[in-house]
């Protein structure tokens, strides 16, 4: 089973950017879905955007739209998230997952049942 190790976390201020990294070792499948989520204490871990490591299409959760860019170096086999104009609702355990099953389609939320999952790198923006 493949590991995922995220990194890129740490404290910035509001208005700030950060880029997450997420390295996959092992086999990473050629049309499959990396994913990131977040979680703060006392609340359901949330989806936050995806990508399809096949055809490249990306997903983005409304709260992160237009502030975020995922993408994918397969070569690096690694899945970065960029967040830009960082805000205090951004803050929490960010998680990076890849999806159980081979994925022709879209890379929804639904998609990472069962998936694996990394140890989470802490992101903080305070103002």
């Known amino acids: 089973q493949a590991q995922l190790v995220e990194s890129g976390g740490g404290s910035v201020q509001t208005g700030g950017s950060l880029e997450l990294s997420c390295e996959h070792s092992g086999f990473m499948k050629s049309y499959g879905c990396m994913g990131w989520f977040r979680q703060t204490p006392g609340k359901e871990r949330e989806w936050v955007a995806s990508i399809n490591t096949g055809d490249g299409g990306t997903e983005y959760a409304d709260s992160v739209q237009d502030r975020s860019t995922i993408s994918v170096d397969l070569a690096k086999k690694t899945v970065i998230l960029q967040m830009n104009n960082l805000k205090l609702e951004d803050t929490g355990m960010y998680y990076c997952?890849?999806?159980?099953?081979?994925?022709?389609?879209?890379?929804?939320?639904?998609?990472?049942?069962?998936?694996?999952w990394g140890q989470g790198t802490q992101v903080t923006v305070s103002s």
């Open positions: 997952a890849e999806a159980r099953d081979t994925i022709f389609g879209r890379c929804v939320a639904e998609r990472f049942s069962g998936a694996t």
